[in-house]
């Protein structure tokens, strides 16, 4: 629905003036853009894995990698629309609290991807073999 919502507005040349380069771009096309595409990376990585290389990735590694990378692409995405609505309309104080709040996020979601290729290391040395 936002990313609905959110074309209606990009063909309008006067609107993209005012928020080119601030949150509401980065919320609306970047992050809701590269969450899925990532997602959908590490699903075909997740459904492919045992086919090339005959072992299963660990389950309990796979789930805290979904659900902390989930959990953190939600956040981003709340964050950065709600800078880009308020727009430094509140206090500063409240504005640095959600800046720094994106900034963890990131450093979150990232050392999500990190449990992603320790799952695959893991998973190529010492992972269960595929039976079939």
Request: glycine share 8%.
């Amino acid at each position: 629905m936002a990313g609905m919502i959110g074309r209606l507005w990009w063909p309008r040349a006067t609107f993209d003036v005012f928020y080119h380069d601030t949150y509401f771009v980065v919320a609306i096309c970047h992050v809701f853009l590269f969450a899925g595409l990532c997602f959908g990376g590490f699903a075909i990585v997740s459904r492919l894995f045992p086919m090339v290389t005959g072992r299963l990735l660990g389950r309990k590694l796979a789930l805290i990698h979904f659900f902390s990378t989930l959990a953190s692409t939600v956040v981003l995405l709340t964050a950065t629309t709600l800078i880009s609505i308020l727009n430094h309309s509140w206090n500063d104080d409240w504005w640095m609290s959600a800046t720094l709040a994106v900034v963890l996020t990131i450093l979150i979601g990232t050392a999500a991807q990190l449990l992603f290729v320790a799952n695959i290391v893991k998973s190529v040395r010492k992972g269960e073999r595929v039976r079939g």
